[in-house]
Nanobody, 116 residues
Framework: GQVVESGGGSVQPGESLRLSCATS????????MNWYRQAPGGQRELVAG????????NYADSVKDRFTISRDNVKQVAYLQMDSLKPDDTAVYYC??????????WGPGTQVVVCP
């Protein structure tokens, strides 16, 4: 399977970005989809996750009420809508498709920079 992110860029604080995660080679509707990020010098952290059916969603406290994760099981794409961006959101964002412990696919990442 393959996972590819898109939609990153440079924005000012308060602006929005929408990241997309396209997949191929997996049965998309059976995988949970997750967004992680890694800031310079930091560890990779879970930002948001959505279950295979889309009924269970979780967010990191730092992004609750600002970010929205969603998925389109027909198009086989996951999204991360990021609003009210802050400089602390600057990171490389990674999409992860997960099915149990033995089936995990990662994208190469997309850079998000938030600065005045």
């Amino acid at each position: 399977g393959q996972v590819v992110e898109s939609g990153g860029g440079s924005v000012q604080p308060g602006e929005s970005l929408r990241l997309s995660c396209a997949t191929s080679g997996i049965i998309f509707g059976t995988y949970s989809m997750n967004w992680y990020r890694q800031a310079p010098g930091g560890q990779r952290e879970l930002v948001a996750g959505i279950s295979a059916g889309g009924t269970r969603i979780n967010y990191a406290d730092s992004v609750k009420d600002r970010f929205t994760i969603s998925r389109d099981n027909v198009k086989q794409v996951a999204y991360l809508q990021m609003d009210s961006l802050k400089p602390d959101d600057t990171a490389v964002y990674y999409c992860n498709a997960a099915l149990g412990a033995n089936h995990n696919f990662w994208g190469p990442g997309t850079q998000v920079v938030v600065c005045p």
